[in-house]
């Protein structure tokens, strides 16, 4: 199975920060990835598919990048509503695999 | 928008089965898989396994294969997840999810609601 590493596990961020989440995987998966957001006690929601694509209805302040094995989510300035956990997940290859997670608070 | 709505709460003891569903409206569903992902309390996301409605074919890692059954019925649009054995470990938080599929990869675009099932003696 292909394993999936984020960090930091856990960031204190400030409203207006630019935030910046990795993920690595541990064999190569192309662009096969994608991003999600899940708010305490809600549903995951997909922000970035194919590892640069934005999702309808997500705001601009989302992108990804990267390719192969390091791809990186940024959120370019940000809002109280974005603090939240984020998870990338490959589908290069089932099983499907998520990454731990990275939690975003309120420095 | 496709909207998928997932049964209710369950409490089960160890060793029985739970079957959860999914009810997909506003949307395409037999073309599209309907996957499967649960998480435990206070941990992150672990994919199940998928179904493919319109053909019937399951993919779901080794680790589920001898304990879940992914069904769907196309005439009320709505898929089944059953999880037999049940252990503690089985407690957890279990969500259907629609997989996209653009540029070739698969992506889990709508999600239900999330189905608690807790398993204790």
């Known amino acids: 199975d292909i394993q999936m590493t984020q960090s930091p596990s856990s960031l204190s961020a400030s409203v207006g920060d630019r935030v910046t989440i990795t993920c690595r995987a541990s064999?190569?998966?192309?662009?096969?990835l994608n991003w999600y957001q899940q708010k305490s006690g809600k549903a995951p929601n997909l922000l970035i598919y194919?590892?640069?694509s934005l999702q309808t209805g997500v705001p601009s302040r989302f992108s990804g990048s990267g390719s192969g094995t390091e791809f990186t989510l940024t959120i370019s300035s940000l809002q109280p509503e974005d603090f939240a956990t984020y998870y990338c997940?490959?589908?290069?290859?089932?099983?499907?695999?998520f990454g731990p997670g990275t939690k975003v608070h309120v420095k | 928008q496709l909207r998928l709505v997932q049964s209710g709460a369950e409490v089960k003891k160890p060793g029985s089965s739970v079957k959860v569903s999914c009810t997909a409206s506003g949307g395409t569903f037999s073309s599209d898989a309907i996957n499967w992902v649960r998480q435990a309390p206070g941990h992150g996301l672990e994919w199940m396994g998928g179904i493919i409605p319109v053909f019937g074919r399951v993919n779901f890692p080794q680790k589920f294969q001898d304990r879940v059954t992914m069904t769907a019925d196309e005439s009320t649009t709505t898929a089944y997840m059953e999880l037999s054995s049940l252990r503690s470990e089985d407690t957890a938080v279990y969500y259907c999810?629609?997989?996209?599929?653009?540029?070739?990869?698969?992506?889990?675009?709508?999600w239900g609601q999330g189905t608690l099932v807790t398993v204790s003696s």
């Open positions: 997940q490959q589908s290069s290859t089932t099983p499907f695999t």
């Open positions: 194919a590892a640069s």
């Open positions: 999810a629609r997989g996209k599929t653009i540029f070739g990869v698969v992506h889990l675009d709508s």
């Open positions: 064999q190569t998966i192309g662009g096969y």
